[in-house]
């Protein structure tokens, strides 16, 4: 059984970082692109960031670009969503994602993602 566990979520002043990882178990996703969403109480989910197969390209929302950073480590099945210079406005439940077969690192649609966590709640305060 896949299952995918966030992990690294909290409270934070704005300007803070937190770290979020997600594990993978079940089977192994080295061949899939890899992604970050998040989604803000009466808002939709939204894309945060993508990671190719190999880590070899990622691709960031601009609300999140030059502070947010998607990294993996295919040895451990893991991605991580590094946060830096946090805003209130970043609050939300974050989720991690396998991608579908063949889907893009930069595809943002919530449906081309075949598997999904729980979500993390990030909390950020002014």
């Known amino acids: 059984q896949v299952q995918l566990v966030e992990s690294g979520g909290g409270l934070v002043q704005a300007g803070g970082s937190l770290r979020l990882s997600c594990a993978a178990s079940?089977?192994?996703?080295?061949?899939?692109?890899m992604g970050w969403f998040r989604q803000a109480p009466g808002k939709e989910r939204e894309f945060v960031a993508g990671?190719?197969?190999?880590?070899?390209?990622?691709y960031h929302a601009d609300s999140v670009k030059g502070r947010f950073t998607i990294s993996r480590d295919n040895a451990k099945n893991t991605v991580h969503l590094q946060m830096n210079s946090l805003k209130p406005e970043d609050t939300a439940v974050y989720y991690c994602?396998?991608?579908?077969?063949?889907?893009?690192?930069?595809?943002?649609?919530?449906?081309?993602?075949?598997?999904w966590g729980q979500g993390t709640q990030v909390t950020v305060s002014s």
């Open positions: 994602a396998v991608g579908a077969q063949g889907s893009s690192y930069y595809d943002r649609r919530w449906s081309s993602y075949d598997y």
């Open positions: 079940g089977r192994t996703f080295s061949s899939r692109t």
């Open positions: 990671i190719m197969w190999n880590g070899g390209s990622t």
